[in-house]
């Protein structure tokens, strides 16, 4: 197998302090991050309290997460016709009116729908442009060590915010909070205004925004180390996603716990992957990243068939900690590699819809997990699914050895 490319750079902290431009794209992912997970607990609470109905909270994480993520392809295709730097700023002022008018109408249901859907395409036209960014500001060999870093970023805000929403919601209410989330959306956009231009390169000829997705779908579809990782990925979300559902039954069900069984499940991966940025943001020798992907696909899998075997909350905690340690390896592995080997001018392409595909396999594998826990158990589900996505490990190491054999697709 190719080992493909490798990093030995210096490790995030050393990184953060000596390049001030990522720093200040890394803080600004970090503060936009806490907002959203602040924002999201206030309005998941909000519509919770006004309709009474999961159902309407089931909405609203459709048309923030799942939605927008089906236009992948057209979002990451903005990130390669315009300035990197004017579409984060764009993005992030656009999200930050919309949350402000939410905050101050606080519109009906399909109102407020409506209003996150448009707020989360403006979140989908910043996500792969912010890693699109990346390359043009830290040097190859610190790549690795700049995804790792946004990973300990972006998941620390992720945290820390549903901690910052119960201090925040009884001391300035919804509205407030809300508020809140629009300032973390300025802090960002004013710190993005301050780095330097990012021009994308002009095509040799010019072509319509329709011309570029086709593109970009198919130098995914046609490259082979591209098409490897995002297939791959694709695979190992749809079938291992379905922790976030069936953990809940399998602290209750299967287990006996109550509520905090199942927080304490629940927090195991976020822990895991906390762990794992971490590790991988210290310095390090030549890290080669094929086999990084291929170590996070198959642990991020084992945990989930682990999971399907552990006798108590203790042993099902140990092993979806050990999962987040595979699932950060496997994003600081993909991200590293697709800014090391795709063309400038296709990443935000490539990155939208790699990350688009993602979150339809997301939404796909909580359908299929919820049918599933109806009609078995939760420990068979962990098993069947750590088990296919082994064997979706194996068939992408098999893929990516063809690439390595052929010398497509790896600069």
């Known amino acids: 197998m190719a080992e493909g490319p490798t990093t030995s750079g210096m490790g995030s902290l050393r990184l953060l302090g000596a390049n001030r431009p990522f720093r200040r794209l890394w803080t600004a992912r970090t503060v936009s991050y806490l907002g959203d997970s602040l924002s999201l607990v206030a309005l998941m609470l909000h519509v919770a309290d006004t309709t009474g109905q999961a159902l309407a909270v089931a909405l609203l994480l459709l048309v923030g997460d799942f939605a927008p993520a089906l236009l992948g392809p057209l979002t990451g295709a903005v990130s390669d016709r315009f300035d990197l730097r004017r579409v984060m700023v764009g993005c992030?002022?656009?999200?930050?009116?919309?949350?402000?008018?939410?905050a101050l109408w606080l519109p009906s249901l399909p109102l407020l729908l409506a209003l996150v859907a448009v707020r989360a395409v403006a979140a989908q036209v910043f996500q792969p442009a912010s890693r699109a960014a990346v390359p043009g500001?830290?040097?190859?060999?610190?790549?690795?060590?700049?995804?790792?870093?946004?990973?300990?970023?972006?998941?620390?805000?992720?945290?820390?915010?549903?901690?910052?929403?119960?201090?925040?919601?009884?001391?300035?209410?919804?509205?407030?909070?809300?508020?809140?989330?629009?300032?973390?959306?300025?802090?960002?956009?004013?710190?993005?205004?301050?780095?330097?231009?990012?021009?994308?390169?002009?095509?040799?000829?010019?072509?319509?925004?329709?011309?570029?997705?086709?593109?970009?779908?198919?130098?995914?579809?046609?490259?082979?180390?591209?098409?490897?990782?995002?297939?791959?990925?694709?695979?190992?979300?749809?079938?291992?996603?379905?922790?976030?559902?069936?953990l809940v039954?399998?602290?209750?069900?299967?287990?006996?716990?109550?509520?905090?069984?199942?927080?304490?499940l629940l927090a195991a991966v976020g822990i895991g992957l906390f762990v794992g940025y971490a590790l991988l943001s210290r310095p390090h020798g030549r890290l080669s990243m094929i086999p990084l992907l291929l170590a996070g696909f198959a642990v991020s899998s084992a945990g989930n068939l682990l999971t399907g075997v552990a006798w108590a909350v203790v042993a099902?905690?140990?092993?979806?900690?050990?999962?987040?340690?595979?699932?950060?390896?496997?994003?600081?592995?993909?991200?590293?590699?697709?800014?090391?080997?795709?063309?400038?001018?296709?990443?935000?392409?490539?990155?939208?819809?790699?990350?688009g595909g993602i979150g339809v396999a997301a939404a796909l594998s909580y359908v299929a997990g919820g049918l599933l826990l109806d009609l078995t158990t939760p420990p068979a589900v962990f098993v069947g699914a750590g088990t296919a996505g082994l064997l979706a490990t194996l068939a992408t190491a098999v893929a990516l050895r063809r690439v390595g054999r052929t010398g497509r697709g790896v600069r």
Request: hydrophobic share 60%; charged share 15%.
């Open 92 to 102: 992030e002022l656009a999200q930050a009116v919309l949350v402000a008018v939410i």
């Open 316 to 355: 099902a905690f140990v092993v979806q900690a050990v999962r987040g340690l595979g699932i950060a390896a496997m994003d600081v592995a993909a991200n590293t590699l697709i800014q090391q080997t795709v063309p400038a001018g296709m990443l935000g392409r490539v990155f939208g819809s790699l990350y």
């Open 249 to 264: 039954f399998l602290a209750t069900d299967t287990f006996g716990g109550g509520d905090s069984a199942v927080a304490v």
């Open 137 to 246: 500001l830290v040097p190859d060999r610190d790549l690795a060590g700049a995804n790792a870093a946004v990973g300990i970023g972006t998941n620390g805000g992720e945290a820390l915010g549903p901690l910052a929403a119960a201090v925040l919601l009884p001391l300035l209410d919804v509205r407030g909070v809300l508020l809140v989330d629009a300032a973390t959306f300025l802090v960002s956009a004013a710190l993005l205004a301050r780095l330097p231009a990012m021009t994308r390169p002009a095509a040799e000829e010019p072509t319509s925004f329709l011309a570029d997705v086709k593109t970009g779908l198919r130098y995914l579809a046609t490259t082979p180390l591209i098409r490897a990782i995002a297939l791959g990925y694709f695979a190992i979300v749809a079938f291992n996603g379905i922790d976030d559902v069936a």
